[in-house]
């Protein structure tokens, strides 16, 4: 337990480098200019001297720039995310957006993982047969497309012909509703863009999972497992999918920020006013104080994450305990 | 006739011919897959070729415009196969040129990730104490980092601000900058397997200096996990370049796969081979280096070697 907890510390520790690093880079680059009111003047077309005055106040001008850093980062650590450049303060909008993010790659991740597993054993203990050919090509096809193309496409075949699902948005803003109510409306928002992104996913895992296990079931333990006599069930789910999936457990978590990376292009296909979407709304008309709580949201929800994994990780594998 | 067996001295000499580099070939040329991917990436690198030296017709043409042959349909007219945008833009001629714009950011891009890749791997690998240890915190950080949205980030700001003539090598520079670091995670493993290995120790002995030891013996024995991982990664930075010209980040005016997706979008309602038939182009693109990444894989993993 000892173990666990100094496991868990070194790991917590670990995030407080990363998120240092992440508001410097953010910091830098949305002052890259050097000055970071003159690059937002260039997206504003009304420009009056109180428009400016506010600019500079809001970016604390006047200070130097490691002053303007810790002020920027101190108002951040005390919620003060802002004030968007268009509309309202970035603190109250920011939690209504992270949810809609949330509410598709949560299903999405759940579900890809929960089809991929099962689908990435069943292939690999039929290696090489027409069900395991058919599995890892589709597998192979689903990595190597963008997230976003596949969107397009389920629009044009679901939405535009067939009229069965909405293409954009989370919710309708005004009746008619899909379906007759409100839940069913946002449930018809979110299937295109939860399958397509499903689909995606469930590549990558159904071909990390079936890899491992082809790689766990010619171990000696399983041979083992076989010649005690326990059924073909527990031997492959109990013992060597046990071993297969930790590995797979580490590079999900490693690679969350790149799960997340598809949000954007995603989003932006579907209208989906998430994180994703709105930063690339923000970036666009440089809404910079959207910018930078953005990128920061982001990178403590894949901070958090990957803690979450690494106790995963640690109740899955024992030796990260002890040592 | 026993000790002939025992010894046979033509074999040995005859393996040494065989060099690792012929016998990886061997292996892969049976791997059909693998062909077929390597078949897919010379067909890209030879319409990026002919697009860049050979096409009569200008990358982002709008003559259609003029001639009355905007927003055709695909298979209809045979001057434009894949059909043409509203805006007159041929979408088989901007597949040709976007292959060239694709081809040079995924591997200009996994060429700069790979230097830096190796060169922080290596030392990181090699040098124990803190240099090591603080490389290592660097990379683990990279890894962790959310690296669209900074590519992102980046792309926005320096197409505004410093680099407005640069056009796609900023986005090769950017996507470089932010992925070496698992090349450097594996290029560190390779090196903590391979410096206690006899010939390093041997190498040492003789008084070989630290970086001839590093850069003349030990990267090199390194080198088949860097080109596999090569292989995947220009697939991964394809599809991050489409992804950063679809939302508009890119250099509008240079031709790539991503950019006519984004007009794709816009006329998603009354042409939909405008995204269609440049999506197959990526696809095919992307699944040829994932399969040449995969191929190579096999045909240079040792355990598998017969």
Known sequence: ?323 | MQEEVLLPKHEAGSQRGAGQWAVAWRRFKRNRSGLAGLAMVGFFAVLAIYGLFLDPVPARSFACLYQGCSNLPPFTNWAHPLGTETSGIDVWQEIIHGSAGDLYVGIGATAIAIALGVLVGAVAGYRGGVAGALLLGVTQIFFTLPVLIFILLFARIGTLLVAQGLGLTLIVAILGLFGWSGIAFIVRGEIFRIRELEYVQASKSLGASQSRILFRHIVPNALSPIIVVSSLLVAGNILTEVVISFLGFSDPSASTWGLILEEGLQYVRTSWWVSFFPGLAIIFCVLGFNLLGDGLSDALNPRLRE
Do not use: C
Request: glycine share 6%.
């Open chain 1, 1 to 323: 337990m000892a173990g666990l907890l100094s496991y868990l510390l070194r790991r917590i520790l670990f995030a407080i480098p990363v998120f240092i690093t992440v508001s410097i880079i953010t910091f830098l680059a949305t002052n890259a200019s050097g000055n970071p009111v003159e690059l937002v003047l260039l997206g504003i077309h009304n420009r009056t001297p109180e428009t400016l005055a506010a600019l500079n106040a809001e970016f604390h001008m006047g200070e130097p720039i490691y002053t303007r850093y810790f002020l920027w980062l101190s108002d951040f650590m005390h919620g003060n995310l802002g004030q968007s450049l268009y509309s309202g303060t970035v603190a109250s909008k920011i939690l209504p957006w992270t949810a809609t993010t949330l509410e598709l790659q949560i299903p999405a991740l759940l579900l890809s993982f929960g089809i991929g597993v099962p689908l990435g054993v069943f292939s690999a203990k039929r290696q090489y047969s027409k069900s395991d050919v058919a599995v890892t090509t589709t597998a192979i096809f689903g990595i190597s497309m963008p997230t976003f193309w596949l969107g397009i496409m389920a629009i044009i075949i679901f939405s535009l012909n067939l009229h069965w699902l909405p293409s954009f948005g989370a919710i309708s803003a005004f009746p008619p509703y899909w379906w007759g109510s409100i839940p069913s409306d946002a449930l018809a928002h979110l299937i295109l863009p939860l399958s397509v992104l499903t689909l995606v996913s469930l590549a990558t895992y159904v071909r990390l999972i079936r890899a491992n296990m082809l790689d766990a079931l010619r171990q000696d333990y399983v041979l083992g497992a076989r010649a005690s006599g326990l059924s073909d069930f527990n031997v492959t789910y109990k013992h060597a999918l046990k071993n297969a999936i930790t590995p797979v457990v580490t590079i999900v978590g490693l690679s969350f920020g790149s799960l997340l990376a598809g949000a954007p292009a995603l989003e932006t296909t579907f209208s989906w006013p998430g994180l994703g979407y709105e930063f690339v709304v923000a970036a666009t008309s440089l809404d910079l104080p959207v910018v930078q709580a953005i990128t920061m949201i982001i990178t403590i929800m894949v901070l958090v994450a990957n803690i979450g994994l690494d106790l995963v990780y640690a109740l899955l594998d024992p030796r990260v305990r002890i040592s």
